[in-house]
């Protein structure tokens, strides 16, 4: 028979309770706040664990040849989990801002040149995502990986080997059955009706009284130039005129893929797909969030004063928050979907395959 459990035991509490040691206690003028500052930071870097735990198991998932139906609930569940962190860390940033930028001055000369910008973990969370390197702001005029200590550069260094989260979904979506099967051309049959739906309009916007002719050139204008927003979808070379100008990472394959998954979102062997797409698009939003209020917090702390390790500061972290987007593709893909009444009806036999059987 095992020994009973403690819960001081299993949870190691006196090691949790022991790793806060204030440095300016250490010299002799103890600053109070100190130790509210090292506990939230310390929640933050436990919150990333789990979340790197959760998206290890992601990882594992997407990065198989073939992905099965039945694991992707546990991409779902795997995601509302680490979204849900997150907006516990947006919220987290409520507490620390009841200290007041005095409180702050009392120990914050005593970090340099320490600086959450060197939390190993956050790095490591947003390379198994897929952050871009072109996205990432530069720091102090330099990659980020350059103001990384040795021992932590070679980590990331070695993460960024590895396929992330990103890669792992552009191959997955790129398998997806039902886009073109038999003599079934979904795209032929989607880009047939978006001609429809633009023609439609631009003959209401001629035939509309209350329009007078300057009036009706210019909306025909803006419609046309809706329609080769569309058009640049059908063919590689006008896609690539897309990837360059930012709107997409993804490969045209994929992103066709994805649209397609948004359209008919509602067929049953596409929700879970959808719902991780979706899923995607909220943790996108939930880190924006997240170093939108981090940003506005250094801000309201320190001013413009520099980074305790050498960056811009509150510059450098409002930067982050426009450009460092993980997922925008999917948001992106928004901009292609058409009225539900346009929507191409699927064959019959492709409608029963996406089905589920009825009981």
Not at 102 to 114: E, G, Q, V
Not at 117 to 123: A, C, D, I, K, T
Not at 241 to 267: C, D, P, V, W
Request: glycine letters at 4%; hydrophobic letters at 40%.
């Amino acid at each position: 028979m095992s020994a009973p459990v403690r819960y001081d035991e299993y949870l190691q509490i006196d090691k949790i309770l022991s790793a806060q040691q204030r440095i300016s206690e250490l010299k002799g003028r103890p600053a109070h706040d100190e130790m509210l500052f090292i506990i939230i930071h310390q929640v933050y870097e436990l919150w990333f664990k789990q979340m790197l735990f959760e998206l290890s198991r992601v990882l594992e998932i997407f990065n198989q040849a073939k992905v099965k139906d039945s694991e992707l609930q546990t991409v779902v569940r795997a995601l509302e989990r680490i979204n849900e962190i997150f907006r516990i860390l947006v919220q987290q940033v409520t507490v620390l801002e009841t200290m007041t930028p005095f409180d702050f001055l009392d120990f914050r000369n005593d970090l340099y040149p320490a600086s959450g910008f060197q939390s190993l973990q956050f790095r490591i969370l947003e390379t198994q995502l897929g952050l871009a390197a072109s996205k990432r702001v530069s720091f102090a005029g330099t990659s980020y990986i350059n103001h990384l200590p040795p021992d932590q550069k070679l980590i990331i260094e070695k993460e960024l080997t590895r396929p992330s989260l990103k890669e792992g979904l552009e191959k997955w979506l790129e398998r997806t059955p039902f886009v073109s099967e038999g003599t079934f051309d979904f795209w032929k049959t989607y880009f047939t009706s978006v001609q429809t739906m633009f023609a439609e309009d631009m003959e209401m916007v001629r035939k509309n009284p209350r329009l007078n002719e300057e009036e009706k050139a210019q909306s025909i204008k803006r419609l046309e130039s809706s329609l080769h927003q569309f058009k640049s979808l059908e063919s590689d070379e006008e896609f690539e005129k897309l990837k360059t100008a930012g709107l997409f990472e993804f490969s045209r394959k994929a992103t066709l893929s994805a649209l397609f998954i948004m359209i008919y979102n509602h067929e049953p062997i596409l929700h879970n797909p959808f719902q991780i797409m979706d899923h995607l698009q909220d943790l996108d939003e939930s880190i924006t969030q997240w170093r939108s209020r981090h940003a506005q917090m250094a801000h309201r702390m320190i001013g413009v004063k520099i980074g305790t390790g050498g960056s811009s500061g509150a510059d450098y972290l409002h930067k982050t928050v426009t450009q460092q987007k993980l997922f925008s593709d999917f948001s992106n893909l928004s901009t292609f979907l058409i009225p539900r009444s346009k929507i191409p009806a699927l064959p019959e036999n492709i409608r029963k395959k996406m089905g589920f059987t009825d009981f």
